[in-house]
């Protein structure tokens, strides 16, 4: 169900923003209907994030009529860093930097008040990914990968991870989970590995000054590589979750495509 038909099943064609789904037939929902992305700030912007992630989100509930529901939300509900040390479900939210962030912590406040599960991937990356990479890529310049130093560690997310993740999270009891990866990743690491490219740092307050006043670039995206967000994810194992895919099994895959 959503804009798109999915690659296997039937299709169910759903505005988030404007329309009650018909769940007419439907057991139970994993909902992962979202706006996304990084656009400057603005009325426009927030009112177009809210309709989806939070609208959408009560009209969904409503739909739902105490059908199990598991609601993805993101690791970007959390308070930004920088974070010393892994983040668990009871860190505080609020004081979001991006209209994203802001907008899946008012959707995700109303999916906990209904009892449902509500996890929280960060950087979720694999098949599909519309999103990461191309974010991944304007750091480019001249065949070199620039970033706000220093290195910091960072939790990823591989789709198959979560996608095992909400089929499992139809029988756990209802709350907030962090779902990621087995292993935190070095981001520069990543970088180097996914890029193809040489990284080199720029101050993290050049950085930040520059995103008050570029285009492009905003607080939000200096904050996803230099907060060093580790999640913790001993909630989701004490239910079981256990991550079969990390990075690496990703760069293989696509070397071997090449």
């Excluded at 906990?112 to 098949?127: E, F, M, N, Q």
């Excluded at 591989?158 to 935190?184: F, K």
Aim: charged letters at 25%.
């Amino acid at each position: 169900m959503g804009r798109r038909p999915g690659p296997v099943g039937r299709h169910v064609a759903w505005d988030a923003a404007r329309e009650v789904p018909d769940l007419d037939g439907v057991d139970a929902v994993v909902h992962l209907a979202a706006a996304v992305g990084d656009p400057r700030p603005g009325r426009a912007t927030e009112a177009a994030f809210h309709a989806v992630n939070v609208g959408g989100t009560a009209r969904l509930l409503e739909a739902a009529a105490g059908r199990p529901v598991v609601w993805v939300s993101s690791a970007s509900v959390y308070r930004p860093g920088p974070y010393r040390e892994p983040v668990r479900e009871d860190h505080p939210v609020g004081g979001q930097r991006g209209a994203y962030g802001r907008s899946k912590a008012a959707g995700e406040r109303l999916a906990l008040a209904a009892g449902t599960v509500v996890l929280r991937p960060r950087a979720v990356y694999g098949d599909g990914d519309r999103h990461l990479l191309p974010r991944l890529r304007r750091v480019v310049r001249r065949g070199t990968a620039w970033l706000p130093g220093p290195d910091v560690a960072m939790s990823l997310t591989a789709v198959e991870n979560l996608a095992g993740a909400c089929l499992a999270a139809l029988t756990w009891p209802a709350g907030a989970y962090n779902i990621a990866d087995d292993r935190a990743y070095r981001r520069d690491e990543v970088f180097g590995l996914v890029l193809g490219v040489p990284v080199r740092h720029v101050p993290a307050g050049l950085a930040r000054v520059a995103a008050v006043v570029s285009p492009t670039l905003t607080r939000y995206a200096v904050d996803q590589v230099t907060d060093g967000l580790v999640l913790d994810l001993g909630r989701a194992r004490a239910q079981g979750y256990r991550p079969v895919r990390t990075l690496a099994d990703y760069l293989v895959v696509t070397t071997d495509e090449r």
